[in-house]
């Protein structure tokens, strides 16, 4: 049986989420699979990251009142600050936690998406058969980091920024949109848009 995922246990009533997946990379441009490598942001990346504290600042004038959290992956570190300073707000002051750090691919950290039909045929299969609950050697599984990121979303008080990362995303709207679990792992995840969660709903900035 799933586990109950109604918005009165996951996301706080009247909370409002705003998640913010890290910049583009060069790992990202080449599709190699990061995880919890710590790769630094592109020239794009940075770009994207200032755009998204252009437009939080416009969409909310007081969102400095927020609590800001990042992934404690410089990556996401870069991007938080870099979308703070894009808001007049100090670079400095938000907090990390490891809560929302990213999926751990395992084995297949490092490796190029397009190569692994050749270098991993039976890793893919088993990722196309269950890609919610396939795991990587020495990784974690979609599952996985649900349960991982569950808590923290429960755990919430007040309106929050949080810079993230794509597979944190995705498990974050499977959760409060009770989407179905094959679906999460294909959930879109742009670097340049910031997702808003709020009373089971959802839109982009």
Not at 33 to 45: A, S
Not at 73 to 99: C, F, H, K, N, Q
Request: negative net charge; proline residues 7%; charged residues 25%.
């Amino acid at each position: 049986m799933r586990p109950d995922t109604s918005i009165a246990t996951v996301l706080k009533p009247g909370i409002t989420l705003y998640l913010i997946r890290h910049g583009e990379t060069d790992w990202n441009k080449a599709q190699r699979y990061q995880g919890q490598r710590d790769i630094p942001l592109n020239d794009t990346g940075r770009a994207q990251a200032a755009r998204n504290g252009a437009v939080l600042r416009r969409y909310l004038p007081h969102i400095e009142t927020c609590d800001f959290v990042s992934s404690p992956l410089s990556r996401a570190i870069e991007t938080m600050e870099l979308l703070r300073g894009a808001m007049g707000l100090d670079p400095t002051l938000y907090r990390v936690s490891s809560d929302v750090r990213e999926l751990h691919y395992g084995h297949w950290e490092g490796e190029l998406a397009s190569e692994l039909p050749l270098t991993d045929p039976e890793g893919v299969a088993g990722k196309a058969a269950d890609p919610f609950g396939w795991q990587p050697r020495g990784g974690e599984s979609y599952g996985d980091l649900m349960r991982r990121i569950r808590p923290w979303l429960e755990s919430i008080v007040r309106d929050t920024v949080a810079v993230t990362h794509g597979g944190v995303s995705r498990v974050a709207r499977g959760a409060i949109l009770d989407i179905p679990e094959q679906d999460v792992p294909t959930l879109d995840v742009p670097q340049d848009r910031v997702l808003v969660l709020k009373d089971a709903t959802m839109h982009w900035l």
